[in-house]
């Protein structure tokens, strides 16, 4: 069973920045894909952007040419930079670990095998 722990989250103003990180105690990060979501309060939960196994990356509209997903070199950490942040980016963000893509919805939750616990992240002034 993959345990993944997320962190980095917290309060930002708006336009300010925040980076999450992803990690696999005891375990490396290279799966057919690794994924950021979100769920804000009434919401459903929404891909937020996608690192596939050959290093491919997919971002939802919403975060596009603001947010940025890589990952270490050793394979043990998977990173969301948050640039330029709003207020509707308040969520609570989760990694996702997919062993096997079902369809090319990358940011499909249902894809995706094992969840982190969650970190918060708001966005106000």
């Known amino acids: 069973q993959l345990r993944l722990v997320e962190s980095g989250g917290g309060l930002v103003q708006p336009g300010g920045s925040l980076r999450l990180s992803c990690a696999a105690p005891?375990?490396?990060?290279?799966?057919?894909?690794i994924s950021w979501f979100r769920q804000a309060p009434g919401k459903e939960r929404e891909g937020v952007s996608c690192?596939?196994?050959?290093?491919?990356?997919v971002y939802a509209d919403p975060v596009k040419g603001r947010f940025t997903i890589s990952r270490d070199n050793a394979k043990t950490t998977v990173y969301l930079q948050m640039n330029s942040l709003k207020p509707e980016d308040t969520a609570v963000y989760y990694c996702?670990?997919?062993?096997?893509?079902?369809?090319?919805?990358?940011?499909?939750?249902?894809?995706?095998?094992?969840w982190g616990q969650g970190t918060q992240v708001t966005v106000s002034s």
């Open positions: 005891g375990a490396t990060l290279d799966y057919v894909a």
């Open positions: 690192l596939t196994g050959g290093s491919s990356t």
């Open positions: 996702a670990v997919s062993e096997n893509l079902h369809s090319s919805d990358l940011l499909q939750p249902a894809e995706y095998d094992y």
